[in-house]
C-alpha cells in the first residue's frame, strides 16, 4: 500500500507521518505528480492560512492537479477547507472540488475563536467513519463549512456545522484525525481500507 503526502507549505505533516507509521504504513511526503498519481492513497493536510498556501499550490501546479486525482484523497483541516470553491479568508480562490464557501466563525456569547480542543462527532455517514458516532476528536479552526448535502459528519460549536464531507473519492475532514488519539486512528485506518 502506497500513500502520498502531499508536500507543500502547510505544516503538521510530520505529526501525519507519525500517525500513519503507528499503522504499519511508510507514507512518501511528496509534491512530485508522478509519485502522487502511483500512490494508492492521498493524503492533502494542512495547517497555515488559506490564501497563501493556495499561492504556494497555484506556484506549484498542485491547485489544479489535485482535483483530476482518481484514487481515495483525504484533505485534513485546511486541506478540507482549500477543496472546497472559497473562503472568506482573506477573500481566497480555492481548488473548488466541492462546491462549498468556508466561513469566518462569529461567536454569540462568550464563545472563543478558534474553536480549539476535543468536540464530537455526529450524524456519521461514511465507510471512512464507521464506528464513530459519538466519538471524541481535535479541532483547531477559525472558519468552518456549513451543513451540506456532502456532509458526513457533523460537530456543534456556537452552531451545527459540517465537520467531514465526501464526494467521490475526495474526503475531507476539519478535525486532526493525526492528533485524535484512538478516533484518529480508526479514521485513519478506515481511509487506509476504502
Avoid at 454569540?108 to 475563536?113: I, P, R
Avoid at 455517514?125 to 483547531?140: I, M
Wanted: glycine share 6%; net charge negative; with cysteine.
Amino acid at each position: 500500500m502506497k500513500i502520498a503526502i502531499i508536500k507543500y507549505n502547510a505544516g503538521n505533516t510530520q505529526s501525519v507521518i507519525n500517525a500513519l507509521t503507528r499503522l504499519g504504513i511508510d507514507p512518501i511526503l511528496t509534491d512530485d505528480k508522478q509519485e502522487i498519481l502511483s500512490a494508492d492513497k492521498v493524503i492533502f493536510p494542512g495547517v497555515g492560512e488559506a490564501a497563501t498556501t493556495m499561492n504556494h499550490l497555484n506556484e506549484l501546479k498542485l491547485a489544479e492537479f489535485i482535483p483530476s486525482l482518481k484514487q481515495p484523497v483525504l484533505g485534513i483541516c485546511l486541506g478540507m477547507q482549500l477543496m472546497c470553491r472559497y473562503s472568506e479568508e482573506n477573500n481566497t480562490k480555492c481548488m473548488g472540488i466541492f462546491e462549498l464557501d468556508v466561513l469566518k466563525f462569529k461567536p454569540l456569547n462568550s464563545e472563543q475563536v478558534p474553536h480549539m480542543g476535543w468536540n464530537t462527532l455526529k450524524n456519521t455517514s461514511s465507510p471512512l467513519l464507521t464506528g464513530l458516532e459519538d466519538e471524541h476528536v481535535y479541532f483547531v479552526h477559525s472558519y468552518y463549512v456549513p451543513l451540506n448535502d456532502n456532509s458526513i459528519a457533523t460537530t456543534d460549536y456556537i452552531h451545527p456545522y459540517c465537520s467531514a464531507i465526501n464526494k467521490d473519492n475526495f474526503y475531507a475532514v476539519q478535525f486532526h484525525p493525526e492528533k485524535s488519539s484512538i478516533a484518529g486512528a480508526r479514521i485513519l485506518d478506515n481511509f487506509i481500507k476504502l
